[in-house]
């Protein structure tokens, strides 16, 4: 039986997959810098054994798969190149496995991993199945009906699936260390599209989705009464939110999701209209009304009278999403932003939008932009966007004490680099008596 060993297994695409295969009856193990990331507990719970890089985790008959984020010359692949091992990058990898299954995929510049979260607890309730969270949560099944994965289109690492289906949730400009523009970028999700093998569920309610062509069935869903499944009747409850579904303008049933925000009713729209194309009845797909949430994605903790909510937006309408989120859940309360860009180039294209996304919260911190390795800094500093935001200040991580004067607020984290450290120290701010 081979071994799986898995370089740079913390990642949240690799350690859900290490898991995925552990589940699945194999052998896996892998290796990464020794700082904590919050992936390890699961692997850990699992016993999968996580060892510091060394030439000698690679063996002749290991299978190594390799995460995106390491170059050819880490000493780990170029062992792996040299003893001639099988090896393959993440998403090669993951578009083999997947050819086993009914394969779902979920892309788009937002959402996604809130979608394909919301999917599989869905599926999960009436099916054994397999799916691969971006938050590091993934579960396999050796008997999986189906496989839900989330679907990254950095760098076209995408267009290594030819999913049966896939669920597009939208087209956006991200990732301006890549793509050169929203053309660039829908070039890719076409791509994607002509892979597909049995069909799209795609919103309807996004101008660059409603240009995509297809061999396949596209079935769109979202608010506009030209959409194939359409949410309307719209209420929000101390629970969360309702809505009636009308699929081809007749009323199918009514769901409730324990969310709030338009975009996680279009999650949640997606959902429905893929489980409903497969033949799965209406009672099942009612499952959405017990999500538990993914990591990261309006992860809330109380504390007194302040709610600290931690997200993992990095992107101007994944700002505003957020915020309108806690405004729909907190409407007596006031919204505090701390914010923390997540690298330069993304900063630097979208500084106005990132002013503006923030300019909705009653008060902005900054904390310093988390850098990537992959990219020049410039001349760019934190200072750049707060001179365009009225009511902000930069948060020093020594001095996270400012926050306690926001008594009867919510307080939200914001951000894709290590915004968590912020919170952490406040929270140690309340402790200390």
């Not at 390799?66 to 040299?82: M, S, T």
């Amino acid at each position: 039986m081979t071994t799986y060993h898995f370089i740079g297994i913390k990642g949240t695409g690799m350690s859900a997959l290490a898991q995925i295969l552990y589940d699945s009856g194999e052998n896996v193990q892998g290796s990464d810098v020794e700082k904590r990331f919050f992936t390890q507990e699961a692997l850990e719970s699992k016993g999968i054994p996580i060892l510091p890089f060394s030439e000698s985790n690679i063996k002749e008959d290991y299978t190594v798969i390799a995460g995106n984020a390491f170059p050819d010359d880490h000493l780990e692949i170029k062992e792996a190149k040299k003893q001639g091992v099988t090896f393959y990058r993440y998403h090669e990898f993951l578009g083999e496995w997947l050819k086993q299954y009914t394969s779902i995929a979920v892309t788009g510049a937002h959402g996604k991993t809130s979608t394909t979260g919301l999917l599989a607890h869905v599926l999960n309730s009436s099916f054994p199945i397999s799916y691969l969270i971006g938050d590091g949560t993934g579960k396999g099944h050796v008997d999986s009906k189906y496989f839900v994965f989330e679907a990254c289109e950095y760098r076209r690492h995408f267009l290594r699936y030819e999913p049966d289906y896939a669920i597009m949730t939208n087209i956006d400009f991200d990732h301006p260390d890549y793509f050169t523009s929203i053309d660039d970028v829908f070039a890719a999700f076409q791509s994607m599209a002509d892979q597909v093998k049995k069909g799209i569920i795609a919103c309807g309610d996004d101008e660059q989705l409603q240009q995509i062509q297809a061999k396949v069935p596209v079935v769109y869903y979202g608010f506009a009464d030209t959409n194939d499944f359409q949410a309307q009747n719209i209420v929000e409850t101390d629970h969360g939110t309702e809505f009636d579904v009308f699929v081809r303008n007749t009323y199918y049933d009514t769901f409730s999701i324990p969310m709030y925000g338009d975009h996680n009713i279009l999650n949640a729209l997606a959902v429905t209209a893929i489980c409903h194309y497969e033949g799965i009845d209406a009672e099942s797909i009612k499952q959405l009304d017990t999500f538990g949430g993914v990591k990261r994605r309006f992860t809330e903790k109380k504390i007194g009278n302040q709610v600290l909510i931690d997200d993992y937006a990095h992107h101007p309408k994944e700002i505003t999403a957020t915020i309108e989120s806690a405004r729909k859940k907190y409407p007596n309360k006031s919204v505090v932003a701390i914010f923390q860009p997540h690298t330069f180039t993304r900063t630097k294209t979208f500084l106005q939008e990132f002013a503006d996304s923030l300019s909705q919260a009653d008060r902005v911190y900054l904390c310093d932009i988390f850098g990537s390795a992959r990219e020049e800094t410039g001349q760019l500093t934190i200072e750049d966007l707060q001179k365009l935001i009225d009511h902000s200040a930069i948060l020093e991580l020594s001095h996270t004490e400012a926050l306690k004067k926001y008594e009867d607020s919510v307080l939200i984290f914001m951000g894709a680099g290590d915004i968590q450290k912020f919170q952490q120290a406040y929270e140690e701010t309340l402790t200390i008596k």
